[in-house]
């Protein structure tokens, strides 16, 4: 990149990478992530990469603060922690400051800090997200879908749970080491559920969202083998099927579906409209479950990376 990536005339463009950002850098940028969801009807970087703002500094995140005159107009943060796959990163500008070559700026930085080995998401999919990473030289590698369905008037059949499997609820401090080894056995192939760690299930825990009665874990001879966390998004009035897993062990005899039932049916009893999810579009099997179940897409994320 050269200089003149950062050069505008009459208002001079900087661009700065932390290890960790304090707490006055956190809330503008949070200011920042709250200004561009407004305009753009969705987040623009992830749940955990939010999370990854506050806490000090973490393993292989780097945040990257892009100003103009001194206040903050475009935002990166970069996460090398998977030991296989390129660095993943996700990228946000201002509305007003859109169309200047901001967000240029800030994918050529995310390239030169990865060495060129770099995924990017871009969260709803939209056209200028799409003309970046074309013009970054990024091709499309990943979708993601959020899917919904309405909760007014749920009816599906009763959940039947495979033979000796019982269900209860998650208690905080006493299932956290169980359940992270179960997700990670779940989701041993995906990129970033898999990699949760105990520090990633705390800050969760602190988050004002978190309801351990909506945690529900299956178990068989007092072990974990499944379990349907959900989330409620109160000021969308939003139910989510955060995370479903099953171990590989007791996976196809129809657990997940069950687990499934159980979380949609307590999501429906806190009075909430609408339930969502997300599912990887080439998970066949999984989207043709809920599909089954009455969700359909409703938007759509995309994961750009450089040729390998």
């Known amino acids: 990149m050269t200089s003149d990536d950062f050069a505008r005339p009459g208002r001079p463009r900087s661009l700065q990478t932390y290890a960790a950002l304090g707490p006055e850098q956190t809330e503008t940028v949070l200011a920042l992530l709250a200004e561009a969801a ?10 955990q990469g939010r999370l990854q703002l506050r806490g000090g500094e973490r393993d292989g995140v780097s945040h990257l603060l892009l100003s103009v005159d001194d206040e903050l107009v475009g935002y990166a943060q970069l996460e090398d922690t998977d030991p296989v796959e390129p660095p993943a990163a996700e990228l946000v500008v201002h509305p007003s400051y859109r169309g200047h070559g901001h967000g240029r700026a800030l994918g050529s930085a995310l390239l030169a800090a990865s060495g060129k080995r770099l995924r990017v998401w871009a969260h709803g999919g939209h056209s ?30 009763d959940p039947v749970l495979p033979e000796g499997v019982t269900v209860r609820t998650f208690v905080p401090g006493r299932d956290d080491a169980a359940w992270l080894a179960v997700n990670a056995a779940a989701f041993a192939h995906h990129p970033e559920q898999g990699a949760l760690t105990q520090r990633d299930l705390d800050d969760r825990k602190a988050e004002a969202w978190f309801d351990p009665e909506g945690f529900f874990l299956a178990e068989k001879d007092s072990r974990l083998v499944g379990f349907h966390w959900t989330k409620v998004h109160a000021a969308e009035r939003l139910g989510e099927v955060y995370v479903l897993g099953v171990s590989p062990d007791a996976q196809g005899g129809g657990l997940g579906k069950s687990l499934t039932t159980i979380g949609l049916r307590h999501l429906a009893a806190q009075g909430l409209p ?21 969700f359909v897409t409703h938007e759509t994320d995309l994961m750009y990376r450089t040729e390998t």
Do not use: C, I, W
């Open 38 to 47: 407004r305009t753009d009807g969705q987040q623009a970087v992830s749940e």
């Open 128 to 157: 200028a997200a799409r003309h970046l990473a074309q013009v970054l030289g990024l091709t499309l590698f990943r979708e993601l879908r959020q899917m919904r369905r309405p909760l007014a008037g749920l009816d599906l059949p």
């Open 274 to 294: 609408t339930a969502m999810l997300y599912v990887d579009a080439d998970n066949k099997a999984a989207v043709s479950v809920y599909e089954r179940l009455g």
